[in-house]
């Protein structure tokens, strides 16, 4: 969609209503219309630099904190995956699992989280663009400089590279854009990336072009098809496909969502916990964020599809 550049409340609205309506007489899940804003979403890709950086972080802020000097619902991140696309010398884009990081160790993570950090993406303050989805990332960053224990411990080069991630020119914020500029019928109106993922998928030839194929690999699957239709030729939910890889009998090793994930690093605290307990929970960690950021990732290859396929 061509006029205005940008999606207000009541057209958004307007659009879940039109879809509603739509529903009655199709399957608007296995070919769901969308709505793109393209003057304005092309307007912000222009900013964009190559190579793009897709970061998502697992958090948590409990009230009875896990470590000594920190306090009541402190919030501070324990994991975090990476994903990079970039531009080969042809000029087509390749996506990869670039780097991850979770933390298995006694003792709070914040300092060993953030070295990791800036060896993954602190060139990033140079070159390419870094995407999280909602703010979130930039605040619990924020957070965590603010921290006595990280400022005494990080070098100065580190410390500066952190805070411009985390500043007002850092990252790139993928929910915001979805907000201003994309709908499509599925997402219940949503921005949310969770209710997104799937019925961009189904709108998307470009990502079934992809996905459909058993050839994604990362850090934590390997060959496989994230674009799988049900019965119906409907997309699944590719959170709903995440469950059955290597389901565990733990049931808190299961991790699909951001609140299982800090309900999954909680029970990581127990001593007690058997060496297979305690692996299951990391691997199922691993590939919840791993998807995570894989999902970021897929949103932006479906957009440049769908501008691609207006032009």
């Not at 808190?252 to 058997?274: E, M, R």
Request: charged share 20%; hydrophobic share 35%.
């Amino acid at each position: 969609e061509r006029s205005g550049h940008t999606i207000t409340k009541c057209q958004r609205q307007w659009y879940q209503v039109q879809t509603n309506k739509r529903s009655t007489v199709s399957n608007t899940n296995v070919h769901p219309n969308y709505v793109i804003k393209r003057n304005g979403l092309e307007q912000e890709m222009k900013t964009w630099r190559y190579p793009l950086h897709f970061i998502d972080f697992e958090t948590v802020a409990p009230a009875v904190p896990f470590y000594p000097n920190m306090s009541p619902y402190e919030i501070f991140a324990f994991q975090f995956s990476h994903h990079i696309l970039d531009k080969k010398s042809d000029g087509s884009l390749e996506l990869h699992h670039a780097s991850e990081f979770l933390h298995t160790e006694r003792g709070p993570p914040n300092v060993a989280f953030l070295k990791a950090l800036v060896n993954a993406i602190g060139s990033t303050v140079d070159v390419g663009t870094t995407f999280q989805w909602s703010p979130h990332e930039t605040h619990v960053l924020r957070s965590m400089l603010s921290s006595q224990e990280v400022s005494s411990s990080l070098s100065s080069q580190d410390m500066s590279t952190l805070s411009a991630i985390c500043g007002n020119k850092g990252m790139v914020d993928l929910c915001k854009l979805a907000r201003k500029y994309y709908y499509v019928d599925g997402s219940g109106g949503s921005s949310s990336i969770k209710r997104l993922l799937k019925s961009t998928i189904n709108a998307s030839d470009h990502l079934k072009t992809i996905y459909s194929s058993p050839t994604y690999n990362g850090m934590n699957f390997s060959n496989m098809q994230w674009c799988q239709l049900d019965d119906s030729g409907c997309a699944k939910d590719p959170y709903d496909i995440l469950s059955n890889v290597n389901p565990s009998q733990h049931d808190i090793a299961n991790v699909t969502k951001g609140g299982a994930a800090a309900a999954a690093f909680h029970s990581l605290q127990n001593l007690d916990l058997s060496s297979n307990g305690r692996k299951a929970i990391e691997n199922s960690l691993l590939r919840y964020c791993e998807l995570d950021t894989l999902a970021m990732a897929m949103i932006v290859q479906a957009w440049q599809g769908f501008l691609s396929n207006e032009e």
